[in-house]
């Protein structure tokens, strides 16, 4: 009985409200693990998905949850039934502006030449 409590099964709801998963993973599982889970597992047909682990936001029970916490340490007793299914919401966090200005700085830079 200890170990199945040690285990959860995850389901990941995206913003258009399809899902990836459910999928099984043990407690000790870090977030950034959880992250890069659902990088691997995003639906190749969906427009502005995320490119890294860093553009992605899991959120469980109104938390954004911490990359360096485990499974286990976000539990929250309220929500999260032993043996039940967890949802968390995947949000992709847009690309910054300074990543904006770099790409149109970048696109700003060229040379035009006109002979008349």
Same mark, same amino acid.
Request: proline share 7%; glycine share 6%.
């Given at each position: 009985?200890?170990?199945?409590?040690?285990?959860?099964?995850?389901?990941?709801?995206?913003?258009?409200?399809?899902?990836?998963?459910?999928?099984?993973?043990?407690?000790?599982?870090?977030?950034?693990?959880?992250?890069?889970? *659902?990088?691997? /597992?995003? #639906?190749? +047909? &969906? @427009?502005?998905?995320?490119?890294?682990?860093?553009?992605? %936001?899991?959120?469980?029970?109104?938390?954004?949850?911490?990359?360096?916490?485990?499974?286990?340490?976000?539990?929250?007793?309220?929500?999260?039934?032993?043996?039940?299914?967890?949802?968390?919401? *995947?949000?992709? /966090?847009? #690309?910054? +502006? &300074? @990543?904006?200005?770099?790409?149109?700085?970048?696109?700003? %830079?060229?040379?035009?030449?006109?002979?008349?």
């Amino acid at each position: 009985m200890a170990g199945v409590q040690n285990q959860l099964e995850i389901k990941f709801r995206l913003t258009d409200g399809s899902d990836i998963g459910p999928k099984t993973f043990p407690a000790a599982t870090s977030i950034a693990t959880l992250k890069e889970s *659902v990088l691997a /597992q995003w #639906p190749k +047909e &969906k @427009e502005n998905g995320p490119r890294t682990v860093k553009d992605v %936001k899991l959120i469980s029970a109104g938390k954004i949850l911490e990359n360096n916490r485990t499974l286990g340490e976000c539990q929250s007793p309220l929500y999260d039934i032993p043996g039940g299914l967890t949802t968390m919401h *995947v949000v992709v /966090q847009p #690309p910054s +502006e &300074k @990543e904006k200005k770099a790409a149109n700085q970048a696109q700003q %830079k060229k040379c035009v030449c006109v002979i008349l």
